[in-house]
Structures are given as structure tokens and as C-alpha cells.
């Protein structure tokens, strides 16, 4: 254990889980993580049960969809959709009562993936309850009238029926999701993993990649982001930051020159579809455990639906109540005008402070949203 521990701690989650693969024992210290006393362990130990690929956790990962820290339960539902075992549904259903978005959001995509049709992250929070309490004072026609009212699909009904006589106490059932896996980095044979690049060159080209932005701006990207970087998401980060800060060459341009150049490059972009825009704006997070050629499947609704559970919405009323209550707005709308005083208050302040003021004022408001983004906390 105190060897997992030390690997959790270090944020090593991809090593924890190769081991937890190769070792019973090292599974077991990986299950009697998840109840440490270390909310930060517990959280990284959540995470390596993914890399683990072993859905028999799921068992044991339920368990902390009731943990009190909230990122503790995000991780807990990011595992359970990720495996998306029907008999886990029961916890997943329940997730959707939770008060924090993101576990509301990542058990709404696990249901997706389990019983598809409804969009679950906009399913009414009474239609829930009764699913939850298993159908109070309802007839089995009734239940099917309700289950179809939702859209749920007809297969996705007969399953979820056929689990519900069962009680949802069914086998775990690895078939589908070794297919769903096998090409994945985690499943691959002896041979391929040879002629694939390691782990550490992965890590060092990454490095290699964050190493071109200036040295207080990469010390505020947190390390738990840095860790889930690929050389491509790396290089695209970065190509956002050095947008953002201006180098002492651009300082000496005038304004309207650099932003006629951006103009330029952006009409030079390849026209996207409105799923491909949806699906881009989701946060990484979501977007890993739902998968792509899950994503490619949902509709519009259902991307718009996902997008809006993740958090990525915000109404009109609740940016006049961050207005209201965060301090910060007035003195930001003064400097900088209102529009760019609504981003930058989404920008921890300690982050803020780091970022010159003439900068700030340089910027427009796509290249402020870029930065605001890029700097989230997770």
C-alpha cells in the first residue's frame, strides 16, 4: 500500500494502474486506496482504476459516489461511465441528483452509453426519482409508456426491463468493453506495444512542447492538466497561450496589424460542422470518458444537452449574479470594459495578477476566451 500510495501522491495513476493489471496484490492496495483517508489519493486512485481496465472495480467504485469531496465523486462517476456496466445503473441514476455538475454530467454519459435514447442530463429531476424508487404505484404498461415518453429506445427498454426483474445484481461483463478497448495503448500485445513510442518519450516530447512558453505562464498550468497532455493537445495549448502573450516583437506592432493577421488565419481554417464544434467545446474530461465514436453518434440535441450538464452554459441570469457578487467585476469592467470583465472574472485571481495589465488590454475578446479556457482550474 504505502508504495501505491507514494505513486498516487505523485500523480504516477497510468503506473498504478499497469501494475494493479500485472499484480493482484497491487489491485488490491489500487481498491483499499479509494477509501484512504487523503481525499488527493483517494481522487488519483479513482483515476488509475480507468487506466487499470479492469471493470470488476466497479463494485468498489460506487462506493465513492457518496465520498464528500466533491472531486472525489467526479472522478468516481468519470470511472463508472467510463466502464459503463449495467450494473452500475442504479449508482448512475443516483449520480444524477448529485449537486455538483460534473458528476451530474459524466453519469448522465454513462447512462448514455448503457441505455441510449433519452437524453438523461435533461430528464426532470421527479422522472429520475421515479425511476430511482422503481415505478411507485405504476403498471408494467405504465412503466413502458413512461420509459418510451422519455426516449428511450425500444432495445434500451427491454434491456433496462430485463435487468430490472434481476434486480440489476447481473455479472460483470468484459466482452464489450475489451472490444471497445483492444486498439487502446492499455489492451495492446507485447509486440505492438515495441514498435509504439514509450510512455517516457511521450512525456518528454510534451515537456519538450510546454517548454516554449514563457516560464510564469507555465508554471500556472496545473499538473494534473499537464499529465493528461498529448504531444498534439500540448502543441495546441500552446499555440493558444502564445496568442494570448504577446512577445516584445508583437508589442511594437500596432494593434490593428495583429489582429488583421488573426483574421487571416482564422478564414483560413477548414469549415467545421455544428457537431464538430459541440463536441469541441466539451471539456477534455467529458470528452475521454464519453469517447469519440460515442460522441460522433450523439445527435445535436444530445451534444447540446452533454454541453449544457458539463457546466459549459451559463445563462443570462447568471452572469448578471456573478456581476452581483463577485467583487472583482467592478474593478474589471472599469479597466477593461464590461464584455472582457465577464472573462476575466472566471480567471483565478492569482492567475490574473500574473498577466500584465497592457496585455490584458491588447487582447481581443476570442484570444481573452482562449486564455480563460487554457487557465481553468479542473
Known amino acids: 500500500m504505502a508504495k501505491t500510495r507514494k505513486l498516487l501522491l505523485e500523480y504516477e495513476t497510468e503506473e498504478v494502474g499497469r501494475l494493479a493489471r500485472e499484480d493482484p496484490r497491487e489491485k488490491k492496495a489500487l ?26 472495480l466497479v463494485t468498489n467504485i460506487t462506493k465513492a459516489l457518496s465520498d464528500n469531496v466533491p472531486d472525489v465523486r467526479i472522478a468516481a462517476a468519470q470511472a463508472l461511465a467510463f466502464y459503463h456496466q449495467p450494473v452500475t445503473v442504479p449508482d448512475l441514476l443516483k449520480g444524477l441528483k448529485d449537486e455538483n455538475t460534473w458528476v451530474r454530467s459524466h453519469c448522465a454519459a454513462g447512462l448514455s452509453k448503457i441505455l441510449n435514447g433519452p437524453i438523461w442530463a435533461r430528464i426532470p429531476g421527479e422522472d429520475i426519482d421515479k425511476i430511482i424508487d422503481d415505478f411507485p404505484d405504476m403498471t408494467e404498461d405504465e412503466v413502458d409508456s413512461f420509459l418510451a415518453s422519455i426516449k428511450m429506445k425500444p432495445g434500451a427498454i427491454n434491456r433496462f426491463k430485463t435487468w430490472r426483474e434481476k434486480k440489476f445484481k447481473l455479472e460483470i461483463d468484459e466482452s464489450e468493453l475489451i472490444a471497445e478497448l483492444e486498439s487502446k495503448p492499455i489492451l495492446l500485445s507485447e509486440e505492438t506495444l515495441a514498435s509504439t513510442p514509450s510512455a517516457k518519450s511521450t512525456k518528454d516530447e510534451v515537456e519538450a512542447i510546454l517548454a516554449e512558453l514563457p516560464d510564469e505562464l507555465r508554471e500556472t498550468l496545473p499538473p494534473e492538466d499537464i499529465k493528461r497532455l498529448t504531444p498534439d493537445s500540448a502543441r495546441e495549448l500552446v499555440r493558444q497561450l502564445k496568442v494570448s502573450v504577446p512577445t516584445a516583437e508583437k508589442k511594437k506592432k500596432k494593434k490593428k496589424a495583429v489582429k ?35 460522441l460522433a453518434d450523439l445527435t445535436t440535441d444530445e451534444l447540446e444537452a452533454l454541453l449544457a450538464s458539463s457546466g459549459e452554459a451559463e445563462t443570462e441570469a447568471e452572469v448578471s449574479e456573478v456581476e452581483d457578487t463577485d467583487p472583482r467585476m467592478k474593478e474589471l469592467s472599469e479597466k477593461y470594459g464590461p464584455e472582457k470583465a465577464e472573462i476575466l472574472a472566471t480567471i483565478p485571481e492569482p492567475m490574473l495578477q500574473d498577466i500584465p495589465e497592457d496585455q490584458i488590454k491588447e487582447m481581443d475578446l476570442e484570444t481573452l476566451k482562449g486564455l480563460a479556457q487554457a487557465l481553468e482550474p479542473r
Open 31 to 56: 481498491v483499499k486506496a479509494f477509501g484512504d483517508s487523503s481525499d488527493v489519493v483517494r481522487e488519483r486512485a479513482l483515476i488509475a482504476s480507468v487506466e487499470t481496465a479492469d471493470p470488476t
Open 260 to 294: 488583421v493577421k488573426k483574421v487571416k488565419r482564422v478564414r483560413k481554417k477548414k469549415k467545421k460542422t455544428e457537431k464538430d464544434e459541440l463536441i469541441e467545446r466539451l471539456p477534455v474530461e467529458v470528452r475521454e470518458s464519453v469517447g469519440e465514436a460515442a
